[in-house]
């Protein structure tokens, strides 16, 4: 990892001059050394809503699945599907995104019998059988390269327990991801050419969020407060008997959680003593909602993902109709993400099945197939008559007017199953005479 130089020397760890504790350093534009690989994974099972900036965009991409389209006739598509699915290709689709993003880099490899050893180039030509494919992060492979330049090897270093510990694999084997940070080459050089984990970006926005989240949960804790009466306190402390103050208010303590009651001491009128003193008093709790809110905007934006689906909610209320914008926004992003990253993924691992001599096609090949993702949000039964009765009073429309005869209408919807009526398959009728004279005189106006 790159450790970037401070602009002085004076650190003290003692009282947190410098650090990250420091309030001047840590509100002053000032680089910081990249999250640590142990950082990265204690976030990954210990932090979820910093996960959330990994997995949420690479399950969005993958959730609803994809199809395979553009198929000759002679491929059993069901036998395609059937080994995608043995194969968990969509799972390791997700994994590679979300590894990738989260690390700053991972690998997805292929296990193949086609007799050659895993460190030689990939000949598809000899593919036998696919095995089955296996997802790494950046911590658990080392490039190997021979020159100044992109890795042409893997070495698997932590895989312990499997079959693919220790191995070499060749880089025309493997997809290599890197995660949405795009570094230019000199920093890609300094990464072994991987990159730097999504975190970074947002790391220090969360860290505000997750320090005004700590101290709402400190202010809930000692949210009733506790208050002791004793007469006489001041005069037993200077008399030097705090330790039997200290013994009584430890007895205090431990009758209230134990009996859940408390036992005072009552006073004596003879030697005019007080009585003790119990009270509870509250602390008020008013603004601390509006301060932790006052974090949560800056790092809901530096994650890049908007409010709505990173956090499940919105200013407005789930329910007021303000949030469709954001769900169109978000689904055009995860669209533009699944053409520039999972189809080309998809290709390579369906090209590898088509390849293989035991594969669903016997070796042979498809001239061309195209990978088609599913739409990203299902309609409801609601949403779903809303649309047919909109489409059936298109049709209607189109019927009254004479455009489209009941029959076509007939064959193309309830039959072919169209959204859409295809204009080819119609046969307009010719327009009169008088009619197409003026048509073309109004064109050529």
Same mark, same amino acid.
């Given at each position: 990892?790159?450790?970037?130089?401070?602009?002085?020397?004076?650190?003290?760890?003692?009282?947190?001059?410098?650090?990250?504790?420091?309030?001047?350093?840590?509100?002053?534009?000032?680089?910081?050394?990249?999250?640590?690989?142990?950082?990265?994974?204690?976030?990954?099972?210990?932090?979820?809503?910093?996960?959330?900036?990994?997995?949420?965009?690479?399950?969005?991409?993958?959730?609803?699945?994809?199809?395979?389209?553009?198929?000759?006739?002679?491929?059993?598509?069901?036998?395609?599907?059937?080994?995608?699915?043995?194969?968990?290709?969509?799972?390791?689709?997700?994994? &590679?995104?979300?590894?990738?993003?989260?690390?700053?880099?991972?690998?997805?490899?292929?296990? &193949?019998?086609?007799?050659?050893?895993?460190?030689?180039?990939?000949?598809?030509?000899?593919?036998?059988?696919?095995?089955?494919?296996?997802?790494?992060?950046?911590?658990?492979?080392?490039?190997?390269?021979?020159?100044?330049?992109?890795?042409?090897?893997?070495?698997?270093?932590?895989?312990?327990?499997?079959?693919?510990?220790?191995?070499?694999?060749?880089?025309?084997?493997?997809?290599? #991801?890197?995660? +949405?940070?795009?570094?230019?080459?000199?920093?890609?050089?300094?990464?072994? #050419?991987?990159?730097?984990?999504?975190?970074?970006?947002?790391?220090?926005?969360?860290?505000?969020?997750?320090?005004?989240?700590?101290?709402?949960?400190?202010?809930?804790?000692?949210?009733?407060?506790?208050?002791?009466?004793?007469?006489?306190?001041?005069?037993?402390?200077?008399?030097?008997?705090?330790?039997?103050?200290?013994?009584?208010?430890?007895?205090?303590?431990?009758?209230?959680?134990?009996?859940?009651?408390?036992?005072?001491?009552?006073?004596?009128?003879?030697?005019?003593?007080?009585?003790?003193? #119990?009270?509870?008093?509250?602390?008020?709790?008013?603004?601390?909602?509006?301060?932790?809110?006052?974090?949560? !905007?800056?790092?809901?934006?530096?994650?890049?993902?908007?409010?709505?689906?990173?956090?499940?909610?919105?200013?407005?209320?789930?329910?007021?109709?303000?949030?469709?914008?954001?769900?169109?926004?978000?689904?055009?992003?995860?669209?533009?993400?699944?053409?520039?990253?999972?189809? +080309?993924?998809?290709?390579?691992?369906?090209?590898?099945?088509?390849?293989?001599?035991?594969?669903?096609?016997?070796?042979?090949? !498809?001239?061309?197939?195209?990978?088609?993702?599913?739409?990203?949000?299902?309609?409801? +039964?609601?949403?779903?008559?809303?649309?047919?009765?909109?489409?059936?009073?298109?049709?209607?429309?189109?019927?009254?007017?004479?455009? &489209?005869?009941?029959?076509?209408?007939?064959?193309?919807?309830?039959?072919?199953?169209?959204?859409?009526?295809?204009?080819?398959?119609?046969? &307009? +009728?010719?327009?009169?005479?008088?009619?197409?004279?003026?048509?073309?005189?109004?064109?050529?106006?």
């Amino acid at each position: 990892m790159v450790s970037f130089p401070r602009l002085d020397d004076v650190t003290s760890f003692l009282t947190g001059l410098g650090t990250s504790v420091d309030r001047s350093t840590s509100m002053r534009m000032l680089p910081r050394a990249p999250l640590t690989m142990p950082e990265l994974d204690a976030f990954w099972t210990q932090k979820g809503i910093s996960v959330l900036c990994s997995t949420l965009p690479a399950e969005a991409m993958t959730r609803e699945g994809h199809t395979i389209e553009s198929l000759p006739e002679w491929v059993d598509a069901k036998a395609v599907d059937s080994t995608a699915q043995d194969l968990a290709i969509k799972r390791n689709t997700a994994r &590679l995104a979300a590894f990738g993003s989260h690390w700053g880099g991972a690998i997805l490899g292929v296990a &193949l019998d086609d007799g050659l050893p895993p460190y030689w180039p990939l000949d598809l030509g000899r593919i036998k059988r696919v095995r089955g494919f296996f997802v790494l992060n950046r911590n658990e492979v080392q490039p190997v390269t021979r020159a100044n330049g992109e890795p042409e090897a893997y070495l698997i270093t932590a895989a312990t327990g499997t079959p693919i510990e220790g191995r070499l694999i060749h880089a025309s084997r493997v997809i290599k #991801y890197c995660g +949405p940070i795009d570094l230019p080459k000199h920093m890609r050089r300094d990464e072994q #050419y991987w990159s730097l984990s999504v975190l970074e970006r947002v790391y220090d926005e969360m860290r505000k969020m997750w320090s005004a989240l700590g101290y709402a949960e400190g202010v809930l804790h000692d949210l009733i407060l506790d208050v002791f009466s004793i007469p006489g306190l001041q005069e037993a402390v200077m008399a030097g008997k705090g330790d039997m103050v200290k013994a009584r208010v430890r007895l205090f303590a431990g009758l209230k959680s134990i009996f859940r009651a408390l036992v005072i001491d009552g006073g004596n009128e003879e030697k005019k003593r007080a009585p003790e003193q #119990y009270v509870q008093k509250s602390r008020t709790v008013t603004g601390i909602p509006q301060l932790v809110d006052v974090f949560v !905007p800056a790092a809901v934006a530096a994650t890049g993902i908007p409010r709505t689906i990173f956090l499940g909610d919105s200013y407005g209320g789930l329910n007021s109709g303000g949030n469709d914008g954001e769900w169109r926004s978000w689904d055009a992003r995860v669209k533009s993400w699944q053409g520039d990253i999972i189809t +080309p993924w998809l290709t390579w691992m369906y090209g590898l099945l088509f390849a293989a001599k035991d594969g669903p096609t016997a070796g042979r090949e !498809p001239e061309t197939f195209t990978i088609k993702h599913r739409p990203l949000r299902q309609p409801t +039964p609601k949403e779903e008559a809303e649309i047919d009765a909109l489409r059936a009073e298109r049709h209607r429309t189109y019927w009254e007017m004479g455009v &489209l005869s009941a029959a076509v209408i007939q064959e193309q919807v309830f039959v072919q199953g169209r959204d859409r009526i295809s204009m080819e398959a119609v046969d &307009l +009728p010719a327009l009169p005479p008088a009619v197409e004279s003026e048509v073309n005189a109004a064109l050529t106006a």
